[in-house]
C-alpha cells in the first residue's frame, strides 16, 4: 500500500541543464512572437514555462491577448527544439540523485512524482537523457497552470487516478530548490524539503522556513528519513 507521495521538482533539484535551455526559449519566441522579450535575462528559479513566456514578453509591450493567441505554438516550438537540440551532455545530476532515486524506488510504500514549472515534453526530455523518467510514473507541469501553487492539487488528482489512493498532507512531501517550492508545498500543508543545489543559498531558503534544509541530496538515508517522518512528528 502507497503511503507516501514525494514530488521531485527536476531543475536545481534533480539536476541542471545549462544555458541552452534559456537560448532555446529565446529562439522559439523570437520564432512565434517575432521577439524573445526578457527572455534572455529574466528569472527562471522556481518558474513556470508558462508564466515565463507572459512574463518575458508582456516588457516587449505585448498584449496578454496576443500572447494568448500565439501560445500553443510557442510552446511546442519550444520543445519541438529543446528536444531536437538538448543532449545528455547539457545535463549534470545534482550530487546523489541516482542513488537517492534507485534507492527510494525500492520503497513500494512511496509513491514519486514530477511537480515541476517544466512543460511535460521537456521536462521528461530532460529526464530521459540520464536515465531518470523511469522512476516518475506522473507529474503535474506548466501545461497544467501558470503558477506554480496550482500545481499540487493537480499532482493529488494526478496520483489518485494513478493509485485510487486520496493522499492528504500528513502523506505529501515536496522536494525542491527555490522559495516557490517550499511555498508551494504550504498550499497543501504537505511537507517541504528544501536543497541548496540550485541558485538559492541555504540562508537564503532558510528564509522561508522550510520543514527540511538540506545542502544536496547526497544523504539518501537523511532524505528517506525526513520523507517517511509525517508533519506532526
Ligand atoms: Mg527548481
Do not use: W
Not at 498550499?187 to 538559492?200: E, F, K, P
Not at 541555504?202 to 509525517?230: C, F, G, M, N, W
Amino acid at each position: 500500500m502507497t503511503k507516501k507521495l514525494v514530488l521531485f521538482d527536476i531543475d536545481g533539484t534533480l539536476l541542471s541543464v545549462g544555458s541552452i535551455n534559456r537560448r532555446i526559449l529565446c529562439d522559439a519566441l523570437q520564432e512565434v512572437y517575432g521577439t524573445h522579450g526578457t527572455a534572455d535575462s529574466c528569472n527562471f528559479a522556481g518558474r513556470m514555462d508558462s508564466g515565463i513566456i507572459y512574463d518575458a514578453l508582456r516588457p516587449a509591450g505585448l498584449s496578454d491577448g496576443e500572447i494568448g493567441q500565439k501560445f500553443n505554438s510557442a510552446k511546442q516550438t519550444y520543445c519541438t527544439l529543446f528536444r531536437m537540440h538538448a543532449r545528455e551532455t547539457d545535463i549534470t545530476l545534482m550530487a546523489g540523485v541516482r542513488e537517492l532515486l534507485l534507492q527510494l524506488s525500492t520503497h513500494t510504500d512511496l509513491l514519486l512524482g514530477l511537480l515541476t514549472g517544466n512543460f511535460e515534453e521537456s521536462g521528461r526530455h530532460k529526464l530521459s537523457l540520464p536515465g531518470l523518467n523511469h522512476y516518475f510514473p506522473f507529474g503535474a507541469f506548466a501545461d497544467d497552470g501558470y503558477h506554480r501553487n496550482e500545481l499540487p492539487p493537480v499532482a493529488v488528482e494526478k496520483a489518485y487516478k494513478l493509485t485510487g489512493k486520496t493522499f492528504t498532507e500528513e502523506d505529501i512531501v515536496i522536494i525542491g530548490d527555490t522559495e516557490h517550492d517550499i511555498t508551494c508545498a504550504r498550499v497543501l500543508n504537505a511537507r517541504s524539503i528544501a536543497v541548496a543545489t540550485g541558485t538559492y543559498s541555504l540562508s537564503q531558503l532558510q528564509k522561508h522556513s522550510p520543514d527540511v534544509l538540506l545542502e544536496d541530496l547526497s544523504q539518501a538515508e537523511t532524505v528517506l528519513r525526513e520523507i517517511l517522518k509525517t508533519s506532526t512528528t
